[in-house]
């Protein structure tokens, strides 16, 4: 074993709905990956395609990150709001700017930066312009190709092209693939919203929807998603989720998703745009800054898990659906043949996380794939067990109805629970305690961040196309960006990461680049 940091992927896929293509798929380009768009303001950008001999509006999204000492969402906080998370410590991390929490805007730079992201969907990608002018409304000087490409057999899936915005042109384009509503009955987060509350039953009650062509999701607290409908196809648009659970230990009811919403902690971030819904919330009881983020697109979901606790014994993951289940069939990559939902046990291989899962009938399909990233030393379960390796990962998937004991959150039966799980007892919270906790000391600190995909497909979704999008989400579009002017020559620039105009390097030289760095020899 070796104490290297593991990124491993296992995921899962969609249906027909697409025909296999990446037509579900978001493309999300970092600030540092469209250097032609540097400095720009977010809400003069706009996006096109060129496609049938014309250019065609549409749909983008520019998403401001802004890095900030991780304890900000909480705002002016009184009390011990941290409980025992309170050293010392610099500890700054990227999050999502939002102006209506206290997240806040990204004051120190508005404009488009390194760490912000743009997103469109690949759906709405095009062919290569052979235009020898621009769209109406936009400043030709700015345009910027999207060559986007997919990595798994590096085929150009098409083109966008970014520019800045000179008239009344919608970023929008007229279209919202997403629609996210946060309805708190405390009205506001800011000003209403309680973030300090400890161990208070129904605390922050909201009933909150996510709604796009595929699916509707529902929120009743910060951590509780207690419905899902599928619409995609001739899904019958039933609501088949109890539960997406979170929770610490099988056999105990003291923590999970319903004990984090009834403590401390806020919204770090509520974004609805027309690409994208962003969803991040954090503080799970005595994880003071352990936060789970959302990314909702027009057919799938990341719920991206960013483990923060004292020493304590890992977490589940794990999507428990109600009895409008009963009778779907469940498949993955461990256990091909699949299982009936049904209320009965199962002999389920569970070993390690699934590669893929596809769960699927007149109710819809739901494909899901994991993926996380750590420094943690991984092994087996008996490894773990005997103290040869700080933790272990696996598979987690129960279905016995009203007579499984631990159900504590929900309708407090098991239909096939199923998800993820990890288990260490290592320190991952970088100000716990250190008196307290000596592994919690900046030089034993861990860290552990997972992501579960989900796309919501027809009933007709088959095994082989779960295990496709699999790859899929474990896989992102590539992009290229490159600057070039409307007749389909590179425009000069110093930041665009291509040798053009007068460079007599990338970027550098000729009589408007910094010189080029000559290197001794």
Not at 101 to 128: C, K, L
Not at 221 to 230: G, M, T
Request: hydrophobic content about 35%.
């Amino acid at each position: 074993m070796k104490n290297l940091v593991y990124l491993i992927g296992f995921l899962l896929l969609n249906t027909s709905i697409f025909a296999q293509t990446r037509d579900c798929d978001p493309v999300v380009l970092k600030g540092s990956q469209a250097t032609c768009m540097l400095g720009l303001p977010p809400t003069q950008i706009v996006a096109f395609r060129f496609e049938n001999n014309q250019w065609q509006q549409i749909p983008v999204q520019v998403d401001e990150m802004i890095l900030l000492d991780i304890a900000t969402p909480y705002g002016p906080t009184t009390g011990n709001c941290f409980y025992k998370s309170d050293e010392n410590v610099a500890w700054d991390i990227l999050f999502y700017a939002d102006a209506n929490t206290y997240t806040g805007p990204d004051v120190a730079n508005p404009n488009i930066d390194a760490d912000d992201e743009i997103a469109f969907m690949a759906r709405d990608a095009g062919s290569q312009s052979t235009a020898s002018n621009c769209p109406a409304g936009v400043d030709a000087s700015t345009r910027c190709q999207i060559t986007v490409r997919d990595p798994l057999d590096n085929t150009v899936v098409g083109y966008v092209y970014l520019f800045r915005k000179t008239g009344n042109l919608r970023q929008d384009a007229n279209k919202d693939y997403v629609k996210l509503q946060l309805r708190f009955s405390t009205k506001t987060i800011k000003n209403l919203y309680d973030v300090c509350v400890f161990e208070e039953d129904g605390a922050n009650p909201e009933s909150s929807d996510v709604s796009t062509v595929n699916y509707d999701l529902h929120y009743s607290r910060r951590w509780v998603n207690d419905e899902l409908r599928i619409k995609a196809g001739n899904a019958n648009r039933i609501d088949i989720l109890d539960h997406h659970q979170y929770f610490i230990n099988v056999t105990a009811c003291n923590r999970n998703e319903v004990t984090f919403s009834n403590g401390k902690g806020p919204i770090v971030a509520n974004i609805d745009g027309p690409i994208r819904g962003i969803r991040s919330v954090m503080g799970a009881n005595s994880g003071t800054f352990t936060q789970l983020t959302t990314i909702f697109t027009e057919c799938r979901t990341e719920n991206v898990m960013f483990y923060r606790l004292h020493p304590a014994n890992g977490y589940y993951d794990v999507y428990d659906l109600n009895r409008n289940a009963i009778g779907m069939l469940f498949y993955n990559d461990q256990n091909p043949n699949g299982v009936v939902i049904d209320g009965v046990r199962d002999n389920l291989v569970k070993d390690k996380p699934n590669e893929w899962e596809l769960t699927t009938g007149p109710q819809g399909s739901i494909a899901t794939s994991y993926t996380f990233s750590t420094d943690l030393m991984l092994g087996t379960q008996a490894q773990y067990e005997a103290g040869q390796v700080e933790a272990f990962v696996a598979a987690y998937q129960s279905d016995l109805g009203a007579s499984e004991p631990r159900e504590c959150t929900g309708d407090m039966e098991s239909y096939n629970s199923a998800g993820f799980c990890m288990r260490t007892k290592e320190c991952t919270d970088n100000r716990y305690a250190f008196a307290e906790e000596p592994s919690c000391l900046p030089q034993n600190v861990k860290f552990f961040h997972q992501t579960r995909f989900q796309y919501y497909l027809t009933p007709s979704t088959t095994k082989e196309q779960a295990a496709r999008y699999a790859r899929f989400a474990k896989n992102p579009l590539q992009v290229v960006a490159t600057s070039m002017s409307c007749n389909g020559a590179p425009t000069p620039s110093c930041t665009d990461g291509i040798q053009n105009g007068q460079e007599t390097g990338v970027d550098c030289g000729g009589p408007i680049c910094p010189a080029c760095v000559v290197l001794p020899t």
